[in-house]
C-alpha cells in the first residue's frame, strides 16, 4: 500500500514568491496534516484538515493557507515567501481517533 | 512553540548498549508518543503511551510516563548501527479532540558507532 506522498521533494523559491506543496493521504485517512520542521528543531504544527474542514490552526500568519479536496488529498500555500521559511514540510495522515501520525517524505523548501 | 525539553540533545554508544532518551513536558496530556526521523526525512512512528498507563514495549524498545512529572523516557536496548536516528517525544493535549495536532520536543539525535 502508498504511504503518504508529497510533491515537490524539494524547491528552491525566491524571497516575495509563494509556494504550493501537495499531499496525497493513505487511502482511507480522512484527516490531514502539516508540519513545519527548520533545521535543528522539532516539527511544528501549522493546519490539520478533517472531512475537508479545517480542524485546527498553529500560531503561523495567514500567508500560510491550505484546504483538502474531495478526494482527501491537501495543498499548503505560502504567499510572499521570507527566508524564515526556508524549512522541511511535512504532511502526516490519520485516521481521526487512533492518535498515530504517519507522515510523508516532505518537501524541503529553499528560500532565497 | 515547542511542548517541551528532550535530554540529552545528543548521544553517541557503542552498538550493543542500551540508549535511554528522556523527554519532558509542560501541559496535562492525553497521550505521549515517540517518533523516530533519519537524516531529516519523515518521520516514522514508534510507540504511543496513553495518560493512564505507566509503561509499554514494542520490541526493543521500552517507553515509561510519569505524569505527575511531566516527564517520559523511551529506552532502545541492543542498540544497532541502523538505530542512528533523531528521536522526538510528542504529546497531545489532554481534553483535545483535535488529534493531528502534535506537539513535538527539541529530539535527541542518537548515533550508534559500529
Known amino acids: 500500500d502508498a504511504g503518504v506522498t508529497q510533491s515537490p521533494t524539494h524547491l528552491i523559491k525566491t524571497r516575495g514568491q509563494h509556494v504550493t506543496l501537495r499531499c496525497s493521504p493513505i487511502?482511507?485517512?480522512?484527516?490531514v496534516s502539516w508540519y513545519q520542521q527548520v533545521l535543528g528543531q522539532g516539527p511544528q504544527f501549522i493546519f490539520q484538515?478533517?472531512?475537508?474542514?479545517?480542524?485546527g490552526r498553529g500560531n503561523f500568519p495567514d500567508r500560510f493557507s491550505a484546504r483538502q479536496f474531495p478526494n482527501y488529498s491537501s495543498e499548503l500555500n505560502v504567499n510572499a515567501l521570507l527566508l524564515g521559511d526556508s524549512a522541511l514540510y511535512l504532511c502526516a495522515s490519520s485516521l481521526l481517533n487512533t492518535g498515530e501520525l504517519f507522515f510523508g517524505e516532505g518537501s524541503r523548501l529553499t528560500v532565497l | 512553540s515547542q511542548q517541551g525539553e528532550e535530554d540529552p540533545q545528543a548521544l553517541s554508544i557503542q552498538e550493543g548498549e542500551n540508549a535511554t532518551m528522556n523527554c519532558s513536558y509542560k501541559?496535562?496530556?492525553?497521550?505521549l508518543q515517540w517518533y523516530r526521523q533519519n537524516s531529516g526525512r519523515g518521520l516514522v512512528h514508534l510507540i504511543l503511551i496513553r495518560s493512564n498507563e505507566r509503561e509499554k514495549h514494542s520490541g526493543r524498545l521500552r517507553v515509561t510516563l510519569d505524569t505527575s512529572k511531566k516527564s517520559s523516557s523511551l529506552l532502545i536496548t541492543a542498540s544497532r548501527a541502523a538505530d542512528t536516528a533523531s528521536y522526538f517525544c510528542?504529546?497531545?493535549?489532554?481534553?483535545?479532540?483535535?488529534?493531528?495536532?502534535?506537539?513535538f520536543g527539541q529530539g535527541t539525535t542518537l548515533q550508534v558507532k559500529p
Open positions: 484538515y478533517y472531512e475537508k474542514e479545517e480542524r
Open positions: 501541559t496535562s496530556i492525553n497521550n
Open positions: 487511502s482511507g485517512h480522512k484527516s
Open positions: 510528542a504529546t497531545v493535549p489532554s481534553g483535545s479532540s483535535n488529534t493531528g495536532k502534535l506537539i
